[in-house]
């Protein structure tokens, strides 16, 4: 088996500055950080010397980036994920999106993820697929531009919350080669109808990018490995040949990043090794 490339999402590090997330992570052996644009790391108006030196700051520890974008209070101090892309005035959420592809392209991360939010109730369901439609094409346009892919994630509880969501909404966009898939393994157990690991070989035709974390049926809670309900040998067998990042994302346990950390790469490592051996006793 291929090495897959352990990455870690820096909203897990919120207590620290982005430099110092990177620098741990690196220590630890990761390869690899997913970057959440939000407060207190990097935000869109950054200046571009600034994301220029985290992006020589990521070269320097041979650390391949991706983008995420899911901050809770990013945009609005009040409302959590507000506005989303269903909401009446987007623009705010467009914009953004937008600008975190262009930050992306300068820190030679490949991959930005987003969602499509949660249906506000005024909102008929065809009006938020209408919507949700609408503003991923200007997003595919700018994508282009820029250089980058989308890499759009389910998420329990919002309009596209599951693979065939996520199988819908890219017929709808015509299959656009920019709109890859961002696969949560947790969100696997916790509600797909299949195995953990048959959504991951469903998944791999369209997948850009990876967040993993262990999770139970039914509940949509980021637990630590071995705290949940997955078998992750064969998750990490079936993502053989995957190329992009595989990134923990533990966004609640900023208390103790660098322990938590420590544990996830050195728990994905055994798992890894599980996963190899039992593909060479084959």
Not at 32 to 51: I, Q, Y
Not at 54 to 66: Q, S, T
Not at 112 to 123: F, K
Not at 246 to 251: D, G, N, R, W, Y
Request: charged fraction near 25%.
């Amino acid at each position: 088996m291929t090495t897959l490339t352990w990455a870690y999402c820096t909203n897990g590090f919120r207590d620290h500055p982005l430099d110092g997330t990177l620098e741990v992570l690196a220590d630890l052996g990761y390869t690899g950080a997913a970057v959440s644009l939000d407060h207190g790391h990097l935000m869109p108006g950054a200046s571009p010397a600034e994301v220029g030196r985290i992006a020589a700051l990521a070269g320097r520890l041979g650390l391949a980036l991706a983008v995420e974008t899911g901050g809770r209070f990013t945009l609005d101090p009040r409302r959590k994920h507000f506005p989303t892309l269903l909401h009446d005035d987007a623009e705010p959420r467009v914009r953004f999106l937008c600008e975190a592809m262009r930050i992306a392209a300068d820190l030679g991360a490949p991959v930005v993820h987003l969602w499509s939010g949660i249906r506000p109730p005024e909102v008929p369901e065809h009006e938020a697929w209408d919507r949700l439609v609408r503003h991923c094409e200007r997003l595919l346009a700018e994508a282009e531009t820029a250089g980058v892919t989308l890499g759009f994630e389910p998420e329990p509880g919002m309009l596209v919350a599951d693979l065939a969501g996520y199988d819908r909404l890219r017929g709808l966009l015509g299959g656009h080669p920019r709109f890859g898939l961002t696969l949560d393994i947790g969100h696997c157990r916790c509600l797909e109808p299949y195995d953990v690991p048959e959504c991951v070989e469903r998944a791999l035709p369209h997948l850009v990018h990876v967040q993993i974390e262990d999770m139970r049926r039914g509940v949509h809670e980021h637990l630590e490995f071995g705290e949940g309900e997955i078998d992750f040998p064969p998750v990490l067998a079936a993502l053989e040949g995957f190329g992009g990042l595989v990134a923990v994302e533990l966004a609640r346990h900023s208390h103790a990043a660098p322990e938590v950390a420590r544990r996830s790469i050195e728990f994905l490592r055994r798992a890894h090794d599980l996963a190899c051996a039992g593909r060479s006793r084959r």
